[in-house]
């Protein structure tokens, strides 16, 4: 039989596919075009940026404050991720249970996604802002405001655990006339207790540079308001380059434990 | 097991309950020191602030006369976002193709790409903005190298993980075949990853956009600049009028990048 | 000369009768020893069936053959040519000669049959050519026949991720078969596949063996399968050939060797008791 492979029609995803990666591109050709820079040499500036990364990585060294002291800022700023994640965690664990499709009602589910979209939609810094306008700068306006954005990825996260619990050990226990406070303390939480840790702690590392973030944008204190004057007041890039090495060692040191329990708990297979 | 085992079991379950929260609350507490933390302001700062929220922070005439140049930064802040999404996409996806353990170009090549993904994740992107500012100034640049950075960080390591992944199979069959690399990665891994990598890249512009505020607050650029301004100058009609844009560019954002992403998959 | 009068014939010297020599072949996983002192000579032609229970040793020795595991020690001659003293360039060129089928068929799922196929010509091309995917007009003539011949051809143009195991297997042997390969290399091919689809692809590469002559080395875990189709029967235990013959000489004994198993429920089927 003679015949050849005839030409390949196309289909409606590949199309959408290739729009999107066409404005993407489309837009950034554009802004690199149209966008100003205001006049400064692009070259020098790069040249420059080049030079400022060596001497910050490479030549660090503190003079606005000590070996301790920046230990301490490092603990304050800690402090402040670890209460925004208790915070967030509490509430989230009951907006998770009543928002998990297998626990209860659809409506409910969908009118608490759309809480927490939300709330995800305004900025964390924009929050703490707002809470500093009654609270002041400082530790309570921080912690009140990031919480939000902790609280929304934790419900999320805390009702697709929920949701992922054996159906078939709810079932069995609503069957036998179980209440729902005994599902979800003997099922639900007890199964899906791995998932619940490895998510919070992974929040938990999301929230440590949220916060050395309000340090520096939104006077919170800690690490992230000595890189905010180190940078933008006392223009010392070596003691930039302690302050980033710091907050390096940190955020990459919880980033890989929350890692580690989050790729152990997704081999294991999730909900126990 | 016996009765008397059970209850012993389950008696040490609870401990173990009991322990577990004693734990967390000591740890608060802790937290609460070292950060100097009231619990009290904490609590009355919900309803105080709602209650001025009310009252102040809502648009006035005033705000809406700032409309257009809210409407226009807004504009820059996303077009930005995108370029450093778009950027970052390619150089990630690159890192992606060089440091996968399913290509295999180079030995080394994994540990080393992994590490440059790590320091642009783990700095945070307040890091790179500061030290962007000293040479590009309150330029567009300062902000899309900041968030180029941090997108490039996360980026890598989800398209790492979505090359090793998604394309492992048709690799070896593939390599089997006696494929050369170029055409191996053209052929068996970028058709498998290609809806990923735009997903991903969707993903990664809801990201960036609320990013750039805080980008734009501290190197005054962008939205997040004139959110600074009205807010320092006590125009809190107008920063609410501008928190209410950047609340719908991104729930539109969303919306949009949900329908894209369920049709390209 | 094959299908592909414009493409360059790679020079593998004079045919030989013996197709694939391995010679005391031995891989070790950190200190575990997958195959030990493994010995085996394939002529051109012959349809071998290689049996044994799991984790016994199968998939890493047919992967050693076209070294896709690289062995420990031992020595494989293909077609005249030794593949462990192959250089990159080399190792490839003899793999465009080997065929491989995979258990899980190893497609990309979001391309479509016709796309899947002619991948199996990519290794013939350069690096360019490759990348850009250009097929000549022979190339796309063959995968058309290919496909007729596996009764694919109204499956043309539907992307993979959208057919059934059994249609996915036979694009996997059409990937296969567009290579004109002297070897096919099966790994456990029916092993997600139900019974009916099974025997579709059973047949199809006894009939793919009888017609063209190509010698193919089968992993099934099915003793009644491969007492059926094989010419020959290799039986692996705990990394070592527990068994070397004609199907005909299989009895239940000889079986329980293979799989180290006293239980009677091993065997399905007629076999010499």
Same mark, same amino acid.
């Given at each position: 039989?003679?015949?050849?492979?005839?030409?390949?029609?196309?289909?409606?995803?590949?199309?959408?596919?290739?729009? #999107?990666?066409?404005?993407?591109?489309?837009?950034?050709?554009?802004?690199?075009?149209?966008?100003?820079?205001?006049?400064?040499?692009?070259?020098?500036? %790069? &040249?420059?940026?080049?030079?400022?990364?060596?001497?910050?990585?490479?030549?660090?060294?503190?003079?606005?404050?000590?070996?301790?002291?920046?230990?301490?800022?490092?603990?304050?700023?800690?402090?402040?991720?670890?209460?925004?994640?208790?915070? @967030?965690?509490?509430?989230?664990?009951?907006?998770?249970?009543?928002?998990?499709?297998?626990?209860?009602?659809?409506?409910?589910?969908?009118?608490?996604?759309?809480?927490?979209? =939300?709330?995800?939609?305004?900025?964390?810094?924009?929050?703490?802002? /707002?809470?500093? /306008?009654?609270?002041?700068?400082?530790?309570?306006?921080?912690? !009140? $405001?990031?919480?939000?954005?902790?609280?929304?990825?934790?419900?999320?996260?805390?009702?697709?655990?929920?949701?992922?619990?054996?159906?078939?050990?709810?079932?069995?226990?609503?069957?036998s006339g179980a209440s729902w406070t005994s599902v979800i303390a003997q099922a639900a939480i007890p199964g899906s207790l791995p998932s619940l840790l490895s998510w919070t702690f992974l929040r938990f590392?999301?929230?440590?540079?949220?916060?050395?973030?309000?340090?520096?944008?939104?006077?919170?204190?800690?690490?992230?308001?000595?890189?905010?004057?180190?940078?933008?007041?006392?223009?010392?890039?070596?003691?930039?380059?302690? /302050?980033?090495?710091?907050?390096?060692?940190?955020?990459?040191?919880?980033?890989?434990?929350?890692?580690?329990?989050?790729?152990?708990?997704?081999?294991?297979?999730?909900?126990? | 097991?016996?009765?008397?085992?059970?209850?012993?079991?389950?008696?040490?379950?609870?401990?173990?309950?009991?322990?577990?929260?004693?734990?967390?609350?000591?740890? +608060?507490?802790?937290?609460?020191?070292?950060?100097?933390?009231? %619990?009290?302001?904490?609590?009355?700062?919900?309803?105080?602030?709602?209650?001025?929220?009310?009252?102040?922070?809502?648009?006035?005439?005033?705000?809406?006369?700032?409309?257009?140049?809210?409407?226009?930064?807004?504009?820059?802040?996303?077009?930005?976002?995108?370029?450093?999404?778009?950027?970052?996409?390619?150089?990630?996806?690159?890192?992606?193709?060089?440091?996968?353990? +399913?290509?295999?170009?180079?030995?080394?090549?994994?540990?080393?790409?992994? &590490?440059?993904?790590?320091?642009?994740?783990?700095?945070?992107?307040?890091?790179?903005?500061?030290?962007?500012?000293?040479?590009?100034?309150?330029?567009?640049?300062? $902000?899309?190298?900041?968030?180029?950075?941090?997108?490039?960080?996360?980026?890598?390591?989800?398209?790492?993980?979505? #090359?090793?992944?998604?394309?492992?199979?048709?690799?070896?069959?593939?390599?089997?075949?006696?494929?050369?690399?170029?055409?191996?990665?053209?052929?068996?891994?970028?058709?498998?990853?290609?809806?990923?990598?735009?997903?991903?890249?969707?993903?990664?512009?809801?990201?960036?956009?609320?990013?750039?505020?805080? #980008? $734009?607050?501290?190197?005054?650029?962008? /939205? @997040?600049?004139?959110?600074?301004?009205?807010?320092?100058?006590?125009?809190?009609?107008?920063?609410?009028?501008? +928190?209410?844009?950047?609340?719908?560019?991104?729930?539109?954002?969303?919306?949009?990048?949900?329908?894209?992403?369920?049709?390209? =998959? | 000369?094959?299908?592909?009068?414009?493409?360059?014939?790679?020079?593998?010297?004079?045919?030989?009768?013996?197709?694939?020599?391995?010679?005391?072949?031995?891989?070790?996983?950190? @200190?575990?020893?997958?195959?030990?002192? !493994?010995?085996?000579?394939?002529?051109?032609?012959?349809?071998?069936?290689?049996?044994?229970?799991?984790?016994?040793?199968?998939?890493?020795?047919?992967?050693?053959?076209?070294?896709?595991?690289?062995?420990?020690?031992?020595?494989?001659?293909?077609?005249?040519?030794?593949?462990?003293?192959?250089?990159?360039?080399?190792?490839?060129?003899?793999?465009?000669?080997?065929?491989?089928?995979?258990?899980?068929?190893?497609?990309?799922?979001?391309?479509?049959?016709?796309?899947?196929?002619?991948?199996?010509?990519?290794?013939?091309?350069?690096?360019?050519? @490759?990348?850009?995917?250009?097929?000549?007009?022979?190339?796309?003539?063959?995968?058309?026949?290919?496909?007729?011949?596996?009764?694919?051809?109204?499956?043309?143009?539907?992307?993979?991720?959208?057919?059934?195991?059994?249609?996915?297997?036979?694009?996997?042997?059409?990937?296969?078969?567009?290579?004109?390969?002297?070897?096919?290399?099966?790994?456990?091919?029916?092993?997600?596949?139900?019974?009916?689809?099974?025997?579709?692809?059973?047949?199809?590469?006894?009939?793919?063996?009888?017609?063209?002559?190509?010698?193919?080395?089968?992993?099934?875990?099915?003793?009644?399968?491969?007492?059926?189709?094989?010419?020959?029967?290799?039986?692996?235990?705990?990394?070592?050939?527990?068994?070397?013959?004609?199907?005909?000489?299989?009895?239940?004994? !000889?079986?329980?060797?293979?799989?180290?198993?006293?239980?009677?429920?091993?065997?399905?089927?007629?076999?010499?008791?």
């Amino acid at each position: 039989m003679t015949g050849t492979v005839p030409r390949k029609p196309w289909s409606r995803s590949s199309v959408i596919l290739g729009l #999107v990666f066409f404005v993407f591109a489309a837009v950034t050709l554009g802004g690199f075009v149209l966008l100003d820079t205001k006049g400064i040499d692009v070259g020098a500036a %790069f &040249a420059q940026t080049g030079k400022d990364l060596v001497t910050l990585f490479l030549h660090p060294a503190a003079t606005h404050f000590t070996v301790l002291e920046a230990v301490g800022g490092v603990a304050f700023t800690l402090a402040l991720g670890l209460l925004t994640t208790v915070f @967030g965690a509490v509430p989230a664990v009951v907006g998770g249970l009543l928002a998990a499709r297998n626990l209860g009602p659809a409506w409910l589910s969908l009118v608490l996604r759309a809480f927490v979209s =939300l709330i995800r939609a305004v900025p964390t810094v924009l929050w703490v802002l /707002i809470f500093a /306008i009654g609270a002041g700068l400082g530790s309570v306006a921080a912690v !009140v $405001g990031m919480t939000f954005h902790s609280f929304g990825y934790l419900l999320k996260a805390y009702s697709e655990a929920f949701e992922e619990v054996d159906q078939g050990t709810i079932e069995a226990l609503r069957a036998s006339g179980a209440s729902w406070t005994s599902v979800i303390a003997q099922a639900a939480i007890p199964g899906s207790l791995p998932s619940l840790l490895s998510w919070t702690f992974l929040r938990f590392e999301i929230n440590f540079t949220t916060a050395v973030a309000m340090g520096a944008a939104a006077g919170a204190g800690g690490v992230g308001f000595d890189l905010f004057m180190a940078a933008g007041y006392y223009f010392n890039l070596r003691e930039v380059g302690a /302050i980033t090495w710091a907050i390096l060692i940190v955020a990459a040191g919880l980033e890989l434990g929350a890692t580690r329990l989050h790729e152990a708990n997704r081999r294991s297979g999730g909900a126990a | 097991m016996t009765g008397e085992a059970i209850v012993v079991a389950f008696r040490r379950r609870q401990r173990w309950a009991v322990l577990g929260l004693a734990l967390v609350a000591a740890v +608060t507490l802790g937290s609460a020191v070292v950060a100097q933390f009231d %619990f009290l302001d904490g609590a009355a700062a919900f309803p105080k602030a709602f209650a001025w929220m009310a009252a102040n922070f809502v648009p006035d005439a005033r705000a809406w006369h700032n409309f257009p140049n809210i409407l226009t930064r807004l504009g820059e802040t996303v077009v930005v976002s995108i370029m450093a999404t778009t950027v970052a996409a390619l150089v990630s996806f690159l890192l992606a193709l060089l440091g996968s353990r +399913t290509t295999r170009f180079h030995p080394a090549a994994s540990a080393v790409v992994r &590490a440059v993904a790590s320091l642009g994740r783990n700095i945070p992107v307040v890091a790179w903005a500061m030290i962007f500012l000293l040479a590009f100034g309150q330029t567009f640049l300062t $902000g899309f190298l900041a968030l180029f950075i941090e997108s490039m960080g996360f980026l890598t390591r989800s398209y790492l993980e979505t #090359v090793d992944e998604a394309s492992a199979a048709p690799v070896e069959a593939l390599r089997a075949a006696g494929t050369p690399w170029a055409p191996l990665v053209a052929h068996a891994v970028v058709p498998s990853v290609l809806p990923a990598l735009a997903s991903w890249m969707l993903f990664m512009l809801e990201t960036n956009i609320r990013s750039a505020t805080l #980008v $734009g607050l501290l190197t005054g650029t962008g /939205i @997040g600049f004139l959110f600074d301004l009205y807010y320092k100058s006590l125009n809190y009609p107008s920063a609410a009028l501008t +928190t209410l844009a950047i609340v719908v560019a991104v729930l539109l954002l969303e919306g949009l990048s949900n329908v894209l992403r369920r049709s390209i =998959l | 000369m094959g299908p592909y009068p414009r493409d360059a014939e790679v020079s593998l010297g004079p045919p030989v009768s013996n197709l694939l020599e391995i010679h005391n072949l031995s891989k070790d996983y950190r @200190g575990t020893a997958a195959l030990t002192d !493994v010995s085996l000579t394939v002529k051109k032609g012959e349809f071998v069936a290689v049996i044994g229970r799991s984790g016994a040793g199968k998939s890493t020795l047919l992967r050693c053959i076209n070294r896709m595991v690289e062995p420990s020690s031992g020595r494989i001659v293909f077609d005249g040519q030794d593949m462990l003293l192959a250089t990159r360039r080399g190792l490839r060129s003899l793999r465009t000669r080997i065929g491989m089928v995979f258990q899980h068929y190893n497609l990309v799922p979001r391309l479509t049959v016709a796309e899947n196929v002619l991948h199996g010509r990519l290794g013939f091309k350069s690096s360019w050519a @490759g990348l850009l995917g250009l097929y000549s007009v022979s190339e796309k003539r063959r995968a058309w026949e290919l496909l007729v011949q596996l009764g694919l051809e109204a499956q043309v143009h539907q992307r993979c991720d959208l057919l059934s195991g059994g249609q996915k297997q036979r694009v996997g042997i059409a990937r296969a078969l567009i290579q004109d390969p002297r070897l096919i290399l099966c790994d456990e091919p029916i092993a997600s596949l139900d019974p009916g689809s099974a025997k579709v692809i059973m047949d199809h590469l006894r009939r793919i063996a009888g017609e063209s002559g190509i010698t193919i080395v089968i992993n099934l875990h099915q003793v009644d399968v491969a007492a059926k189709y094989a010419d020959r029967i290799v039986g692996i235990r705990e990394g070592r050939i527990e068994y070397d013959g004609s199907p005909k000489k299989l009895n239940k004994k !000889v079986v329980q060797q293979i799989y180290g198993s006293q239980s009677d429920d091993l065997l399905v089927g007629e076999l010499a008791e």
